[in-house]
């Protein structure tokens, strides 16, 4: 149960609609853990989260997700087994649905469909400079960080132009064996928009980097950590 919180902030938790890898055709999908591990900081500190799809509706997973291994890390089991919580994923509303309401903190999960359905999405994009330029909070992790493509500000700067950023590296995804099905490389598309992208001296070592009011995390390692900085911020902002 979330702690009592006073002041709770609306904090906005994007996830991938895309089912499946264009190229390839097998399954792709919200990589859970960057779901469960943010969203249990933030419950914990009592805040009120919405999750929402691109599409709405069902949430896909991808399966490697949820291999033994990976599902026992960091609570993720327990939230998977709980029925109420995974009902949470089976009617979520869509980016339109949320667009015009104001949200103290935005967040995108990763997995690899984001790579498909975040990059210049009109109703992510808006949300999510609407948020930053209201001096809310934008936050990412893994793959997440591919809805920060195309976003711009309201004088046409790109938002992540001249910001430290991180994501997962190409050398994550050589050793996850998707280099040759992903649709572009994250951190090369970070750096056309002008962002000063860094990442661990470690594949899947955990790193995180806040630049004002943007937080990214490189991998899945990194989910807690960014919920830890978002929350640090959303007490600074009172």
Not at 19 to 29: L, V
Not at 92 to 115: F, K
Not at 187 to 193: F, H, N, Q, T
Request: hydrophobic share 40%; net charge negative; glycine share 10%.
């Amino acid at each position: 149960m979330a702690r009592t919180n006073d002041n709770p902030a609306r904090v906005l938790v994007v996830t991938t609609s895309a089912t499946s890898y264009e190229a390839a055709g097998y399954r792709t999908g919200l990589w859970l853990g960057e779901l469960t591990h943010f969203f249990d900081v933030l419950d914990e500190a009592g805040h009120d989260q919405t999750i929402a799809s691109v599409e709405g509706g069902l949430v896909p997973i991808d399966p490697e997700s949820l291999a033994a291994p990976i599902l026992a890390l960091g609570g993720t089991k327990k939230r998977y087994e709980d029925p109420a919580f995974m009902a949470l994923l089976e009617q979520t509303p869509s980016l339109a649905d949320v667009a015009d309401e104001e949200w103290d903190a935005v967040y995108l999960t990763g997995g690899h469909g984001t790579m498909f359905d975040f990059p210049h999405h009109p109703d992510l994009a808006r949300i999510l400079a609407t948020t930053f330029e209201n001096g809310g909070i934008v936050a990412a992790v893994c793959h997440g960080p591919a809805g920060l493509l195309g976003v711009a500000l309201s004088d046409g700067t790109p938002l992540v132009s001249g910001r430290a950023v991180t994501g997962f590296s190409w050398a994550e995804e050589k050793l996850a064996r998707r280099n040759k099905v992903v649709p572009f490389r994250l951190d090369e598309a970070l750096k056309e928009y002008g962002a000063k992208y860094t990442k661990a001296l470690r594949p899947m070592a955990e790193k995180v980097v806040v630049d004002g009011n943007l937080v990214t995390g490189q991998n899945p390692m990194s989910a807690t950590g960014v919920a830890e900085k978002v929350v640090k911020l959303l007490r600074k902002r009172g």
